[in-house]
């Protein structure tokens, strides 16, 4: 019996993606969200790790000027 994953890509490969993209904390989450909704009443499809919404460029806190 052939076994076939309901969702592309598979959940293993999500999983190390999302690990890639998102690291530890956030990446497990992802993952665990996936399996849970591995179930036969959930059709499945195209389903791929979200993308990680950060900016190219780092925000800067700027410090008050001071004006003495």
Same mark, same amino acid.
């Given at each position: 019996?052939?076994?076939?994953?309901?969702?592309?890509?598979?959940?293993?490969?999500?999983?190390?993606?999302?690990?890639?993209?998102?690291?530890?904390?956030?990446?497990?989450?992802?993952?665990?969200?996936?399996?849970?909704?591995?179930? =036969?009443?959930?059709?499945? @499809?195209?389903? =791929?790790? =979200?993308?990680? @919404?950060?900016?190219?460029?780092?925000?800067?806190?700027?410090? =008050?000027?001071?004006?003495?």
């Amino acid at each position: 019996m052939a076994s076939h994953c309901r969702f592309y890509p598979s959940c293993s490969h999500y999983a190390l993606e999302a690990l890639q993209t998102h690291g530890a904390l956030r990446g497990t989450a992802l993952t665990l969200w996936r399996l849970l909704r591995c179930h =036969p009443f959930n059709k499945g @499809g195209y389903d =791929p790790v =979200p993308t990680c @919404g950060c900016s190219s460029t780092k925000l800067q806190l700027s410090r =008050p000027s001071q004006h003495d």
